[in-house]
């Protein structure tokens, strides 16, 4: 189901399962969905890159086979290329790894590619954003951090909206395709700001997942 695309006048929202009630995740994952969601953003974290520790590949799979919507799924983990072919097996349709986690990156977007797979970067908010350029012709996805990684609920750090600008100048000067995606404190009151900056995806945990209505939320992020 590799179909999910730029699409220029809609931004898509990815809630992020991590936010959600860890007891009904594959309930939780449909719900998001029947109420507008484009994808799910899966936090893949080992406790070594990140302080927590999330889900393996079984859960993983038990997540993609509840869902009709494509799985984005976001490796914080070291050395993410150990992982890689375990995830496209239990349904990863994106696959996005920490250039601060991997030495030859270059490598693991082919190989992501390779797999099938859409092939993702992800940096983090103190990362230069002079190490994407060369890697530009190979990704289907940036993903600019806009926390620290690592939990939920943390506040949007601002300097991202001029991040995702700079990649979205890169873009548009290079005529490359790759979506932009935004992970951390996004809000209905920066939503609009990212979006015009040049976002094709917010992720959104508890502005999703820790609201009353789910659907609410979604179309709050859209609007």
Known sequence: MLTTERDVDLVKIAPSIIAADAGRLAEEARAAVDSGADMIHMDVMDGTFVPNITFGPWIHKAIADAVDVPLDTHLMVADPDRYLEDYRQAGAE?????????????RSLLRIRELGAKAGVALNPGTSLSVLEPLLPYLDQVLVMSVNPGFA????????????????????????????????????GNAAQLRSAGADFLVAGSSVYRQDDYAAAINALRS
């Open 153 to 188: 609920g943390q506040a949007f750090i601002p300097e991202a909206v001029g991040r995702v600008e700079t990649v979205a100048g890169w873009r548009e000067q290079g005529g490359y395709n790759f979506v932009i995606s935004v992970d951390g404190g996004v809000g209905p």
């Open 94 to 106: 994106w696959l996005t790894v920490h250039i601060e986690a991997t030495i030859h990156v270059h």
